[in-house]
């Protein structure tokens, strides 16, 4: 079980002299962040503590290597990952995560980051997948592809293969073309043991690593009231803040413990059932929660940090993703065989093998991209599989949970009629049951 980390940045003010014109300001002492009057000494239940707190003079380069960089380098281990910033517009979220010409925030840091670290690490071989996406008014829009929009949770996102850190920053950039709103990158990471022994024996180098890595930035968390919008931003508005709601009710439930929480309502919202994984499940996570300094974005400061101390509590159980996938079975010489999946990618890898072997010499340039695509759809086939597993995991503990409330519910409506029918007169017994 491993903690979710949790870390404040404050933002600058947008003036130098705002700090002097207000009745308080916020303290950043020892990572703990505190409310003061001017003056004054701090104000009653407006401290918190936080495993690290940034203040304005802070860089996107000490946030990524205090919270991201760990994450990173876990992911390319095998170890899902998320890392995301909320707070209110205007906070510095897009900042923290995108950054600036002068300063790359989180994103392009951690881009670079993994094509750095692969050069290193001579003893595995990777497969990087990057999709781009964004939930705009409860809608999921792939924005890789400008036709795939209102998609459902389980459809696929365009998964376009990188092999540098300059197509995926290109990706993104395509991206942001089509983008309305707050979005969600993500990368799926493949790695294999590379295989020295040339032997057809399986053997353990055939177990494939799959992680997935969500850098996300979130829509800003302030009240529709203080923005005074109407119209299609006063739609916008409300879907945004039933999102970042149902995220709140989640991270509540999920602080109360295990035996107190209940029913965890991540299928209210599709932000929350795409960050499952990453709230109380198997994923290194962390949250850049960003504030504003100015008086009169107290109340909404408030909120964000009272999110994060919640968010503070919620512990997840963290593996590395090795899964075991179930059997395939080939006709060879008219003969039915079942092989593991580990067998199966060694087959292809000989075929591959010999494949170059006849190659040797020539300048056959489209074999050598046959055998190219045949390497990764093969990954593909085995991540995807992988994935409907974990999947069905997850289908069947939520299903289970409910089942068991609704039973505990049932049982406690019937305890309830059997005490009462020695009274006189006649009751009438209403059960409810969530529909689900």
Sequence with gaps: ??????????????????????????????NRISLHKIHGTPLSASSHAFDHIFDERSTNASVYGLLAKDIIHAA??????????????????????????????????????????????????????????????????DLLVVENQKLQIHERLKEEIVN????????????????????????????????????????????????????????????????GADGVRLKEGKYINKSLMVLGNVINKLSEGSKQRGHIPYRDSKLTRILQPALGG??????????????????ETRGTLQFASRAKRITNCVQVNEPTFGQTCVLTNGILQILTDAALLKRQQLEIEELRKKLQGSHAEVLEQQILKLRNDLLKYEMERGKLEMELQEERKSRNQWIREQQMKVENSTTKSCSDCGTNGSQVHLVYLNDR
């Excluded at 998320?82 to 950054?99: D, E, H, I, L, V």
Aim: proline share 2%; hydrophobic share 35%.
């Design 1 to 30: 079980m491993e903690k979710i980390c949790v870390a404040v940045r404050l933002r600058p003010p947008v003036s130098e002299n705002s700090s002097s014109t207000v009745g308080s300001f916020w303290k950043v002492e020892n």
């Design 76 to 141: 390319l281990d095998g170890f899902n990952g998320t890392a995301f910033a909320y707070g209110q517009t205007s906070s510095g979220k897009t900042f923290t995560m995108n950054g600036s010409e002068t300063d790359a925030g989180v994103i392009p840091r951690a881009v670079r980051d993994i094509f750095t670290t692969i050069e290193t690490m001579s003893d595995r071989e990777f497969l990087i997948r990057v999709s781009y996406m964004e939930i705009y008014n409860e809608e999921i829009n």
């Design 164 to 227: 540098s850190a300059e197509q995926v920053l290109n990706l993104i950039k395509a991206g942001e073309v089509n983008r309305h709103f707050g979005e969600t990158n993500m990368n799926v990471i493949e790695s294999k043991a590379k295989d020295s022994n040339s032997s057809s024996d399986c053997s353990i180098n055939d177990v494939v690593r799959v992680s997935v890595l969500n850098l996300v930035d979130l829509a800003g968390s302030e009240r529709i009231a203080k923005t």
């Design 282 to 299: 198997n994923a290194k996570t962390s949250i850049i929660c960003t504030i504003a300094p100015e008086e009169i974005h107290i109340e």
